[in-house]
């Protein structure tokens, strides 16, 4: 894929890895707008990173979901890409922990990494499919393959983008329609979601500079680096992975 004439939608790119990402696809020459709820963030976001344009997006709200590709395809003046990147994290334990609470946390969690993922894809297909190719690119998480016990919920959506993305694939080859479809599976890296919880975290910088070599080399699976290790783990012993995972 040619970075280079890329119009790129970016969602929660105001910091962490969205952000890493928003920056390296600039370098290359490409458009982006990057979307997310505060907007003190975005604006930090936007100082920081010539060229980055923004838009002021909460991806709970189903209209402004459906209205989000219009709205940055009207900014970039067209739509090539889009990258599924935001997503939040609950560290509870369903053992302890309030049903109203546990609830109120897994429906938040649910609509921000897997229905408006969802959503967005089915939104921005008519605005994708105005140019010959164009690409989804979902960002999910090693823990897509095995989950961690303090964030089952987070690991369960994970997981649902994983299998979507590979389904959503099928589909759009079947259709021959020239979107192709690309899941990022990264490891633990270093950004807000992950504060106080960082050791061997890798930078959301070298996420995304392997993210840009995957994505020139046409790769339908990222795996960033140990999900790599991970990856082989699972294949030769699920069993193995799932206890290092468990604590992770
Ligand atoms: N960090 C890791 O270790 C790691 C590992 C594997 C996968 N991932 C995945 O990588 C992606 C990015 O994670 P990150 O670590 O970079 O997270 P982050 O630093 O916490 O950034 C999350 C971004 O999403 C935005 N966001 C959150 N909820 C939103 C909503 N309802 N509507 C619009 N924007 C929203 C945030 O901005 P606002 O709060 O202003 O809305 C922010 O821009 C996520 O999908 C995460 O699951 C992360």
């Given at each position: 894929?040619?970075?280079?004439?890329?119009?790129?939608?970016i969602t929660g790119g105001s910091g962490g890895i969205g952000l890493a990402l928003a920056s390296a696809f600039l370098q290359t020459g490409a458009r982006v707008v990057i979307c997310a709820r505060n907007e003190q963030k975005l604006q930090a976001a936007?100082?920081?990173?010539?060229?980055?344009?923004?838009?002021?997006?909460?991806?709970?709200?189903?209209?402004?979901?459906?209205?989000?590709?219009?709205?940055?395809?009207?900014?970039?003046?067209?739509?090539?890409?889009?990258?599924?990147?935001?997503?939040?994290?609950?560290?509870?334990?369903?053992?302890?922990?309030?049903?109203?609470?546990?609830?109120?946390?897994?429906?938040?969690?649910?609509?921000?990494?897997?229905?408006?993922?969802?959503?967005?894809?089915?939104?921005?297909?008519?605005?994708?499919?105005?140019?010959?190719?164009?690409?989804?690119?979902?960002?999910?998480?090693?823990?897509?393959?095995?989950?961690?016990?303090?964030?089952?919920?987070?690991?369960?959506?994970?997981?649902?983008?994983?299998?979507?993305?590979?389904?959503?694939?099928?589909?759009?080859?079947?259709?021959?329609?020239?979107?192709?479809?690309?899941?990022?599976?990264?490891?633990?890296?270093?950004?807000?979601?992950?504060?106080?919880?960082?050791?061997?975290?890798?930078?959301?910088?070298?996420?995304?500079?392997?993210?840009?070599?995957?994505?020139?080399?046409?790769?339908?699976?990222?795996?960033?680096?140990?999900?790599?290790?991970?990856?082989?783990?699972?294949?030769?012993?699920?069993?193995?992975?799932?206890?290092i995972l468990r604590n992770s």
């Amino acid at each position: 894929m040619n970075l280079s004439q890329q119009k790129i939608l970016i969602t929660g790119g105001s910091g962490g890895i969205g952000l890493a990402l928003a920056s390296a696809f600039l370098q290359t020459g490409a458009r982006v707008v990057i979307c997310a709820r505060n907007e003190q963030k975005l604006q930090a976001a936007a100082a920081s990173t010539p060229g980055l344009l923004t838009l002021s997006c909460d991806l709970a709200d189903m209209q402004a979901v459906q209205a989000l590709p219009e709205r940055a395809s009207d900014m970039l003046g067209g739509l090539t890409m889009l990258v599924n990147n935001a997503g939040m994290q609950n560290n509870l334990s369903f053992a302890d922990t309030a049903a109203p609470i546990a609830v109120a946390g897994a429906v938040a969690e649910i609509q921000t990494n897997l229905t408006s993922l969802i959503a967005l894809c089915a939104w921005a297909l008519p605005v994708l499919s105005r140019s010959e190719s164009s690409a989804i690119v979902n960002v999910s998480s090693g823990l897509a393959f095995t989950p961690k016990a303090d964030a089952v919920v987070y690991c369960a959506t994970k997981a649902a983008v994983h299998n979507f993305s590979q389904g959503l694939r099928y589909q759009m080859e079947d259709a021959n329609n020239g979107v192709s479809v690309t899941e990022v599976m990264p490891p633990l890296v270093a950004t807000e979601m992950t504060a106080g919880r960082q050791d061997g975290a890798i930078s959301a910088d070298q996420v995304a500079s392997e993210v840009l070599e995957g994505l020139k080399r046409d790769q339908q699976e990222i795996r960033v680096g140990k999900v790599k290790l991970l990856a082989a783990l699972m294949r030769l012993s699920p069993s193995l992975a799932a206890k290092i995972l468990r604590n992770s």
